[in-house]
């Protein structure tokens, strides 16, 4: 099989949660995502897709043009059943995780269409039936994260991520003590600083509410300065924005610097080096979240596949990424989100998306 045309999408993501705060863009209204749709000459056409918001992991433009670049020099002559190959040659290149993601992805569905076997099967059989979603909830006043909590609570979350740094010291205290006064014992909280708190801030804040049940993420910009924290405060600590590689992980465990990691698809290179997380977590006791800076149900089905074949030990929780946009491409209801829990609704071949290729978005470069 060898790849006979590759069409790149550009994607926006309208969010439904009004405004996003991300590392350099403190009041981003819109995400896009970039579409990759892969045809081979027998007929059979993969779908993949990587993310952003403002400026992270890159700008849109960026993602989109380098992938072309990446696809145009290096990877049209490929067979993309021969995932192993494809890896070998993206990993000349190094980092850069979003400019591949949509490519591995795509290969991924071509190769479970080609066997007739959802990704699921592929990546070794599910271990759970259903993934444990969380909710991230986006800066506010203490007293509109504690209703927005209320809000998702009656759609069954149970897991929720409050996002604070950002600015005032004391309000992000504020934050941390009124949501949780209202935690529940079946409840999972984590606070996620994005890296915006300086070590003694983080000290500051942190020795105020230690006695809390909470998980704090990223507290630091860096992972010495995270494992600093650490080692100082009594809470469990979650890696996320400086982990952007399979070598970075590997990197934090080795040095004692988390209890559990983020695992963004769309800036680690999909869903190839995903797996390889996947394993290594596996291999540890540490805990891991799926997640991604948005997505249609192409990276939802991507992240629902990768939860559901993790260890029940390891999995923390993973998101429904295609719910925090009305935006859409599916036309078969693929993803099922019930009572704080996400699984496939089929056992279609590949990522089991039914795409709908009117709704991709703008198409900006056809490779053939
Ligand atoms: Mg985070």
Not at 150 to 168: A, C, I, S
Not at 253 to 280: E, M, Q, W
Request: hydrophobic share 40%; aromatic share 6%; net charge negative.
């Amino acid at each position: 099989m060898k790849i006979k045309k590759v069409s790149l999408y550009r994607k926006e993501m309208p969010m439904i949660c009004g405004k996003f705060t991300c590392s350099l863009e403190p009041g981003v209204d819109n995400a896009e995502v970039i579409i990759t749709r892969i045809a081979t000459d027998c007929g059979l056409v993969g779908y993949g897709e990587s993310g952003a918001v403002g400026s992270y992991p890159m700008y849109a433009p960026g993602i989109l043009a380098s992938s072309a670049e990446l696809i145009e020099r290096h990877l049209m002559d490929k067979d993309p059943c021969q995932l192993g190959v494809i890896q070998q040659t993206m990993n000349m290149i190094p980092g850069q995780g979003a400019i591949k993601t949509g490519f591995d992805m795509a290969c991924w569905d071509i190769l479970g269409k080609s066997l007739g076997q959802p990704l699921h099967a592929l990546l070794g059989g599910k271990l759970q039936e259903k993934a444990p979603l969380y909710r991230s909830i986006t800066h506010a006043p203490p007293a509109d994260m504690v209703q927005t909590l209320n809000d998702w609570r009656l759609e069954g979350y149970r897991q929720f991520q409050f996002r604070v740094g950002h600015g005032d010291m004391q309000l992000d205290l504020a934050r941390i003590q009124s949501l949780l006064a209202e935690k529940r014992d079946n409840e999972m909280f984590t606070v996620d600083v994005a890296g915006n708190w300086r070590v003694d801030h983080a000290l500051h804040i942190l020795n105020r509410v230690r006695d809390l049940d909470f998980t704090i993420e990223q507290p630091c910009w860096t992972v010495d300065d995270c494992r600093s924290v650490r080692e100082r405060v009594n809470l469990p600590i979650k890696l996320d924005n400086s982990l952007n590689s399979v070598n970075d992980v590997l990197r934090a465990y080795a040095t004692n610097a988390c209890d559990s990691i983020v695992l963004h698809i769309n800036k680690f290179g999909g869903i190839s080096p995903a797996r390889v997380v996947r394993d290594i977590v596996g291999a540890t006791t540490l805990g891991i979240t799926y997640s991604t800076q948005w997505g249609t149900e192409i990276t939802t089905a991507a992240l629902t596949h990768l939860a559901l074949t993790t260890s029940p030990n390891n999995l923390i929780t993973t998101i429904d990424a295609h719910n925090y946009s009305p935006a859409t491409v599916a036309t078969n209801n693929p993803i099922v989100v019930d009572n704080g829990e996400m699984w496939m609704a089929n056992d279609d071949p590949g990522l089991g998306v039914a795409v709908d290729d009117e709704a991709l978005g703008e198409l900006v470069k056809v490779i053939q």
